[in-house]
């Protein structure tokens, strides 16, 4: 599992097949599909660059189960049913 910290990264990542992990501030931590509408390059943006990783981070995994046994993590409801 990486993290992602670029921008460049983010869309090298989101073409590939696997899986995104995002925190957030909250401490939710959700396990995506890589084409799932909410793995949003302006979120990152705004996350990861704007706000210098202060409200969460991104990382990926071309790794099914790595993902899964993440922390409490849990599945994205809107793209569980990839997953
Ligand atoms: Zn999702």
Not at 26 to 40: F, I, K, S
Not at 58 to 77: A, N, R, S
Request: with cysteine; charged share 35%.
């Amino acid at each position: 599992m990486i993290e992602i910290t670029e921008i460049e990264d983010f869309k090298k990542y989101k073409a590939m097949e696997g899986y995104f992990i995002i925190t957030d501030m909250t401490g939710r931590r959700l396990l995506h599909w890589h084409r799932c509408a909410d793995v949003d390059i302006s979120h990152f943006r705004l996350k990861v660059k704007k706000n210098e990783n202060s409200t969460g981070h991104y990382y990926f995994t071309d790794d099914l189960l790595e993902g899964l046994e993440y922390p409490k993590i849990k599945k994205c409801d809107n793209c569980r049913r990839f997953i």
